[in-house]
């Protein structure tokens, strides 16, 4: 059956750490993958695609890779502030003409 | 700002007793899709819009419906809130159906009693 897993419910660092979260998938070839990022009592805000031919995409202090030959995904933020706290969730979609499938997310606590 | 709103953000009502979720937007996409998420759980697609054209995710309950008056409205019926219902709904829409990014407004809390 399809997945998506994102593989700790939640994860605590300190401030200026690199956090790292992992999105892996089985039985989907997607053409891309998302992360989105979810406070609470919040609807999910976008923050990267990474297209399957693409191995690196990064937006100021995020950075995304897809592996596709692993079924991978690693959604890294460097020099990690508090405000960075939240949920994120990876999404991808299947088939063409198929829904945008979300993970369950990964919680994320910075602390100062 | 273009936006997603959703009204009202907290929703109280009784078991069995009809209840309807708003959302509207002024980023003029053609889709409109209304999630389901439960507490520490993925967003859940129930349906969605492209323009008029309603979809049904095959495994959202008969107990949900919608409706889409125009491009920029649409709205989450329940028909006979359960007590399993409570949840937040999020609507979110995109350029496209194929759309790259979806964008969520702020969610309504429905909670039942």
């Known amino acids: 059956s399809q997945k998506i897993e994102q593989n700790s419910e939640a994860l605590n660092i300190q401030e200026g750490k690199t956090a790292t979260l992992t999105c892996n998938y089985t039985?989907?070839?997607?053409?891309?993958l998302q992360w989105y990022r979810q406070d609470p009592g919040r609807g999910p805000v976008f923050l990267l695609l990474?297209?399957?031919?693409?191995k690196e995409k990064r937006k100021e202090r995020l950075k995304v890779t897809f592996d596709t030959t692993l079924k991978q995904s690693l959604f890294h933020i460097t020099a990690s502030q508090p405000a960075d706290s939240a949920t994120y969730l990876c999404?991808?979609?299947?088939?063409?003409?198929?829904?945008?499938?979300f993970g369950k997310g990964t919680t994320l606590s910075v602390s100062s | 700002d273009a936006m997603v709103i959703q009204n009202p953000r907290y929703q109280v009502t009784q078991f069995g007793k009809p209840v309807t979720l708003s959302c509207s937007q002024t980023?003029?996409?053609?889709?409109m899709y209304w999630y389901q998420q439960k507490s520490s759980q993925a967003p859940k697609l129930l349906f969605h819009?492209?323009?008029?054209?309603?979809?049904n995710e095959a495994d959202t309950p008969d107990n949900f419906q919608s409706r889409r008056p125009n491009t920029s409205f649409c709205f989450l019926d329940i028909r006979s809130p359960g007590l399993g219902d409570a949840a937040m709904y999020l609507c979110?829409?995109?350029?496209?159906?194929?759309?790259?990014?979806?964008?969520f407004g702020p969610g309504t809390r429905l909670l039942v009693l």
């Open positions: 980023l003029n996409h053609n889709v």
């Open positions: 819009y492209y323009d008029k054209d309603f979809n």
């Open positions: 039985n989907y070839s997607p053409a891309y």
């Open positions: 979110a829409t995109s350029g496209h159906w194929d759309g790259e990014t979806q964008y």
């Open positions: 990474i297209r399957e031919n693409e």
């Open positions: 999404a991808l979609r299947g088939q063409a003409g198929t829904a945008l499938i």
